[in-house]
């Protein structure tokens, strides 16, 4: 019912040489799968070189952050329009590294996610608990409060795009992976409390993924629970032959 997503985050990674090199080596290895949507998400800088790049495939260009006003005095920032402008269809909002180093908070994910609606982005709405918060207990607490926020204000219609990536923070780009109960208990956690906010009927269409160190090796695991619906993957998106391995994960 759910159609898998499976998204890179090339994070700080990647000129646009590199990123079309990367491009040229992904394409042919994911050719012909049509029951995976695949996405990837490179800097700013590369967003406009990679359209060219990817027509002709089934990949999906996201950036990994938006600003919520449109234009104005807002130095360093990039709006919706301007995304789109790139050639972006997908964003990614409130990941972790944003929250830890740059500021960001349930707040400003909210409106980050009304506007990149309003500006007809996907939102890759990301959430999560840190070891602190899992070792006192406080995962569904942290969760809840996250996904409230970030969903606050939405309409069912206006939610219906939306999707969740739930990525323990103790799990990123540190090897450490949340054992599939773990992920598949957080994940049923998170789509109770949407259903909570919007009726079961609309958590049922959402679609959340995980991330936290995904690879070829563990993805199939955590793809057979049946509330994870794909993974935002960094480190292992950043080669072709790896990342195509887990977009294949079904095979």
């Not at 950036?63 to 006003?69: G, H, L, R, T």
């Not at 959430?127 to 207990?137: F, H, K, N, P, Q």
């Not at 080669?239 to 887990?246: E, L, N, R, V």
Request: aromatic fraction near 6%.
């Amino acid at each position: 019912m759910r159609k898998p997503v499976i998204a890179g985050n090339w994070k700080l990674y990647k000129t646009k040489d590199e990123a079309l090199a990367l491009i040229e080596e992904l394409a042919p290895l994911v050719a012909g799968v049509d029951n995976v949507e695949v996405v990837v998400a490179p800097v700013f800088t590369v967003l406009p070189a990679l359209p060219a790049a990817l027509a002709g495939t089934s990949i999906s260009l996201a950036a990994q952050d938006v600003f919520w006003e449109e234009e104005g005095a807002f130095t360093g920032e990039v709006s919706p329009r301007m995304l789109l402008d790139a050639g972006a269809s997908h964003v990614i909002i409130g990941h972790s590294e944003r929250r830890q180093y740059f500021g960001e908070t349930d707040q400003t994910v909210n409106k980050k996610i009304k506007a990149a609606l309003k500006g007809a982005l996907v939102p890759i709405f990301c959430i999560g608990e840190t070891l602190e918060a899992r070792e006192a207990g406080d995962t569904f607490k942290v969760l809840e409060r996250q996904v409230q926020g970030g969903l606050e204000g939405l309409s069912e219609t206006q939610l219906a795009p939306v999707i969740i990536a739930y990525e323990p923070v103790w799990a990123i780009g540190t090897g450490k992976v949340a054992t599939d109960e773990q992920a598949q208990e957080a994940h049923a956690f998170v789509r109770g409390v949407v259903a909570k906010m919007f009726g079961q009927a609309a958590a049922d269409k959402v679609r959340i993924l995980y991330g936290g160190s995904v690879k070829p090796d563990n993805v199939k695991g955590l793809m057979s629970c049946a509330d994870i619906d794909g993974a935002l993957v960094g480190g292992a998106s950043l080669k072709g032959a790896s990342f195509a391995s887990i977009v294949r994960f079904g095979e």
